[in-house]
């Protein structure tokens, strides 16, 4: 059951020269937890606002469930948004930030501490509602910033980067405790981050947007298997996918200098293509003989993280990432050799940035 749709929405804010979000076409299912990625400026906090009724569309249509609410104002559209800044009212106290609203909507008292209590208990935040937002931790307050929109029964939730403000241990953290919350709540949410790790392990689905427009919907494994673009492609990955610029021709096959690559593009003979593959797709080779087909690299940097090791470094006149087997240690200026598998290959026209799919 769809539950949000946006049909061909531009947005142009008054005084600018170009839309800041352009066609955009999405459908969210009932219950779905879709987020929103892209680079700053992007468009996702527009789109955001779009759906919330805080900035009206030029020309599209948006529709909840059946209701078209394109040109409906925000406070009547059943949504509550979750902001960067939670701006948490600083003179009341915890439970009064999560009442607040419910007051204004004239929801009984008694129901109103029902409510409370209910977000309070599955936020863990049942042993300080009494306290001000100044004497909570920056995670705590981030909590009751949720509990605020939950206690209102949305029946969409929009949330605009709200973990920016957490540091990094308590940003992993909570992207779970979120992502759970979200699956026992159940409601339709939206969500918004310039960081790939955090769309890639908290969506159900993944919008990934560029320069107003969207480059690719998917989850977040076809988005890392099947980039349909060059930028989905660096975007979505981290070290970020191997791009070579490489040509193909029917006489030679595809080529990155004098290296071999296994793919197969025929009808784009004497074509540039760019080719992609993943570091941890590039498979070291202990000994390997004078083969044509492998990725020959020497070694420029080496990355140790622990579990990982990256080594980055230059062959065949491209740049190279490639993850090492644990407790690999190659010394800088060493060459080391990576055979590929062509199931791991794919490829783009680096004009248009559209993947070309290999011959079957
Ligand atoms: N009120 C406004 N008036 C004019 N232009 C705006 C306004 N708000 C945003 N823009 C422009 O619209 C584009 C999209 O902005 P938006 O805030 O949606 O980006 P974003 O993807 O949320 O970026 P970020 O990750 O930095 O928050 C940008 O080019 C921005 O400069
Ligand atoms: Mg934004």
Redesign the pocket.
């Known amino acids: 059951m769809v539950n949000v749709s946006l049909h061909d929405v531009t947005l142009t ?1 008054p ?2 020269t170009r839309p ?1 979000i352009d066609a955009i076409d999405l459908e969210i299912e009932h219950g779905e937890f879709l987020v929103l990625v ?1 680079p ?7 789109t955001l606002r779009a759906l919330a009724g805080l900035e009206f569309p030029d020309s599209g249509r948006i529709a909840f469930g059946d209701r078209d609410v394109t040109g409906v104002d925000g406070s009547q559209r059943d949504v509550a948004m979750v902001f960067q800044s939670y701006a948490l009212y600083p003179h009341m106290t915890v439970a009064g930030n999560m009442e607040f609203s419910l007051k204004n909507t004239r929801v009984p008292a008694a129901e109103r501490k029902r409510l409370i209590a209910k977000a309070a208990e599955l936020l863990e935040l049942s042993e300080l509602l009494d306290r001000k937002p100044r004497e909570l931790s920056g995670g705590q307050r981030q909590r009751v910033a949720m509990g605020r929109a939950i206690v209102r029964r949305p029946a969409v939730f929009l949330m605009d980067e709200p973990l920016s403000n957490l540091d990094a241990k308590l940003r992993v953290q909570t992207r779970g405790q979120i992502a759970a919350l979200q699956r026992t709540l159940d409601v339709t949410t939206v969500y ?1 981050t ?1 960081d790939q790790t955090e769309a890639m392990t908290m969506g159900d689905r993944v919008v990934v947007m560029n320069q107003g427009r969207i480059e690719q919907v998917g989850t977040p494994r076809e988005l890392y298997d099947e980039p349909e673009t060059l930028f989905v492609a660096s975007f979505i990955g981290s070290p970020q996918m191997n791009l070579v610029e490489g040509s193909w021709s029917d006489a030679e096959g595809a080529r990155v200098g004098d290296l071999a690559l296994p793919f197969h593009a025929p009808g784009h003979s004497g074509k540039t293509l760019t080719y992609g593959i993943r570091p941890e797709d590039l498979a070291l080779v202990a000994q390997p003989g004078p083969d044509a087909a492998l990725v020959r690299v020497t070694v420029e940097l080496v990355e140790e993280l622990g579990s990982d090791t990256y080594v980055y470094g230059t062959g065949h006149g491209a740049r190279w990432t490639a993850r090492l087997p644990k407790g690999a240690q190659p010394a800088i200026g060493s060459e080391l050799a990576f055979a590929v598998a062509e199931s791991s290959v794919i490829a783009f026209d680096p004009t248009s940035g559209h993947r070309v799919q290999p011959a079957g």
């Open positions: 804010y005084g600018a800041s892209g700053s400026g992007c468009g996702k906090s527009t918004v310039h």
